[in-house]
């Protein structure tokens, strides 16, 4: 016959697993950003705006980078003149 603390040590390890499981699911399906398609598309559009242009032979990553801090920089831009338009915070 088995030991009855190990059985209940194996009872507790199990149900603390069974419990902790979907509750560990939903917070990764909560924090985990959805990327569609359309989201890829629209950033592939904004970079091209911006003279990034994925077909061309050049020096791929490098242009790729600029292009992204390029577009960093204008959202950022952008994103400090709507919160200097709206005024001091309060």
Request: aromatic fraction near 4%; hydrophobic fraction near 40%.
């Amino acid at each position: 016959m088995k030991d009855p603390i190990r059985i209940l040590c194996a009872a507790v390890i199990s149900a603390t697993a069974v419990i902790a499981t979907p509750v560990f699911a939903q917070y990764a399906q909560v924090t985990a950003p959805t990327v569609t398609p359309a989201d890829l598309l629209h950033e592939l559009k904004k970079l091209r705006t911006l003279g990034y242009e994925p077909s061309r032979e050049g020096n791929y990553p490098a242009d790729l980078q600029a292009a992204q801090q390029q577009l960093t920089e204008t959202h950022q831009g952008s994103t400090g003149a709507t919160l200097a338009s709206q005024g001091p915070s309060r």
